[in-house]
């Protein structure tokens, strides 16, 4: 069956670095397929951080970009999430999302809406402390 597992969260002091990855299984290949991460803190929404399409486009929350960088190893089926820069605003639950009928998922706002997806891993936790 298909499954998103994320692994690399962990704890960190404002300013380190971690990677976080999302192993996919069971999927079968879509051409629109989209991958996310996605993060939620205690008491706030879920929110989108990043995406990349099967065509290697790339979108990013306003708040991590030029720190965060998204990537995809297409022979390994995982997604990654270099995060630079860390600050303790990033501190959350991070998880993995996938959907496959959405083209050109990265344009506008759809790439940032949780409930578009329909697969989901499990959440990594990432602390970061100030």
């Known amino acids: 069956r298909a499954q998103l597992v994320e692994s690399g969260g962990g704890s960190v002091q404002a300013g380190g670095s971690l990677r976080l990855s999302c192993e996919a299984s069971?999927?079968?290949?879509?051409?629109?397929?989209?991958m996310a991460w996605f993060r939620q803190a205690p008491g706030k929404e879920r929110e989108g951080v990043a995406v990349?399409?099967?065509?290697?486009?790339?979108r990013y929350a306003d708040s991590v970009k030029g720190r965060f960088t998204i990537s995809k190893d297409n022979s390994q089926n995982t997604l990654y999430l270099q995060m630079n820069s860390l600050k303790p605003e990033d501190t959350a639950m991070y998880y993995c999302?996938?959907?496959?009928?959405?083209?050109?998922?990265?344009?506008?706002?759809?790439?940032?809406?949780?409930?578009?997806?329909?697969?989901w891993g499990q959440g990594t936790q990432v602390t970061v402390s100030s």
């Open positions: 999302a996938q959907e496959g009928t959405q083209a050109d998922c990265y344009l506008g706002s759809w790439w940032s809406r949780s409930y578009e997806y329909t697969y």
């Open positions: 069971g999927f079968n290949y879509y051409s629109r397929s989209c």
């Open positions: 990349q399409d099967n065509g290697g486009n790339t």
